[in-house]
Structure formats: structure tokens, C-alpha cells
């Protein structure tokens, strides 16, 4: 079956440096990919997505491109600040629809000023 | 600005009670969904709707089920809460149809502690 699996965590970082969270995904077909983040007390938001092979999603200065003869969709961002210590979900759906996603087990990120 | 809600954030339950998980959304989506959040594993999908009256079984729906009576509210149900059912629920909803590339609204959760 489908299957996404990301870089265990936590992932701590200092302020102001580069970010990457590594995802990479099993699927038949060609799925949409997703990364979601959750802040502190709250529920999932979308972060990014990317439909097709080569597309780059891209929010809030986060970059994540699908790469599908590696079955990758890592997250990226140059610089990143405290406001984005979270827990980064990715996902993908599969084409039988209905929006029904598989998840990642999450990675958390804490920044430090 | 959209909502999905949640009734509650904290829910402490005794082992066999029946326990209801009520969600909300005012954005007029078909599609709702009920994921559960446990460390190390992720989201996983338990139940997801359609439309009203309809339902699909997720990858985990054994001890689990479901109500959509009316389009903006769909209920999980623990029809014998067991202490393995302590978790975080999650509640999402989406715009209607087959798509596979529209984003899911998630409410803020329910931490359920079965004791």
C-alpha cells in the first residue's frame, strides 16, 4: 500500500539557519504530495503541495519539490525563525480520491532565537 | 474565515463507557474525515464521509463508528471506550468530489484519555 516516511525528529536548530526535513513516499500511480504543519495546540494547516512530477510547492519561504525517480519530497527553507518551531506532516493522496491522505509519523522542529 | 470545531478539547472517559466526538464546519464541504494522532505513528485514518448518510471505513475503523446526519456535522462514535482508544482525534473536512489535490481544514483535536 501507500506509505510516507519522513525523518525522525526533533530537528533543533538555531535561528536564521537552513532547514531540511526529509520525506520520501511509496505509491502506485502518481499521488498528489502534501506537507502540513501543526502548531502548538492547534490542528493541521497546509503547508505546501505539489501535483505532478517536477512541480515545486512553495509557502512562507518553504520549498519542497516532487521528485519522482526518487520518490522525494523534501522540505526546504533558506532561513528558518523561531515562529516556525512545529511538528511537519508530510502526506500524499492517493487517485482513487476523496482527499483521502496517508500521513508521515511528523517531525518536530524547534528553533532557538 | 473557515472553521472546522471540535466540542471538546479534553475528554476523560472510563473504560466501556460510549463515548460521541462531535465536529462542526461551516464551510458547506461534502467530504469530512476523523483521523487519530499517536506519537511515532502519525495520522491514520478511521472514518471518512462523503455526503450526508454516507460513510467509508479508513484503515483503522475496528471499535469505531460514525453519524452524518446533516452535512455540517459529523460524529464519532467509541461504542466501548478501551484504554487503546486513549489518543487525539482529529477531525478534517474538505470541498466535494473525487479530487485528490484539495486541501484538508483540520480542527484543533480532541485529546481523549480512556482510564
Sequence with gaps: ?113 | DVKVTQSSRYLVKRTGEKVFLECVQDMDHENMFWYRQDPGLGLRLIYFSYDVKMKEKGDIPEGYSVSREKKERFSLILESASTNQTSMYLCASSFGGAATNEKLFFGSGTQLSVL
Excluded at chain 1, 2 to 27: D, R
Excluded at chain 1, 43 to 57: E, S
Excluded at chain 1, 91 to 103: E, H, P
Design chain 1, 1 to 113: 500500500g501507500n506509505s510516507v516516511t519522513q525523518m525522525e525528529g526533533p530537528v533543533t536548530l538555531s535561528e536564521e539557519a537552513f532547514l531540511t526535513i526529509n520525506c520520501t513516499y511509496t505509491a502506485t500511480g502518481y499521488p498528489s504530495l502534501f506537507w502540513y504543519v501543526q502548531y502548538p495546540g492547534e490542528g493541521l494547516q497546509l503547508l505546501l503541495k505539489a501535483t505532478k512530477a517536477d512541480d515545486k510547492g512553495s509557502n512562507k519561504g518553504f520549498e519542497a519539490t516532487y521528485r519522482k525517480e526518487t520518490t522525494s519530497f523534501h522540505l526546504e527553507k533558506g532561513s528558518v525563525q523561531v515562529s516556525d518551531s512545529a511538528v511537519y506532516f508530510c502526506a500524499l493522496s492517493d487517485r482513487k480520491g476523496f482527499q483521502k491522505l496517508v500521513f508521515g509519523t511528523g517531525t518536530r522542529l524547534l528553533v532557538s532565537p
